[in-house]
């Protein structure tokens, strides 16, 4: 899932509520380990990762980089 920070607590009610009817949901918080590269691990999932989820708002700026990748 592809969100900011600031719309993080959305992006884990859509992501818990996905999760509650079968969709695996990845996020930063939740399965990226303290220490990771951040902007790597993103490229990584959305390589294969599908579909993407995007939370889109005000505070997103690095959505289109992440739906190309996706």
Request: hydrophobic fraction near 40%; glycine fraction near 8%; proline fraction near 1%.
């Amino acid at each position: 899932m592809s969100y900011a920070d600031a719309d993080r607590g959305w992006a884990e009610r859509i992501a818990s509520g996905l999760e509650e009817v079968n969709h695996r949901m990845i996020l930063k918080e939740w399965d990226f380990t303290t220490g990771s590269h951040c902007g790597r691990e993103m490229h990584r999932v959305a390589t294969v990762a599908q579909p993407t989820v995007t939370v889109l708002s005000d505070a997103c700026t690095f959505g289109e980089a992440e739906w190309q990748a996706a």
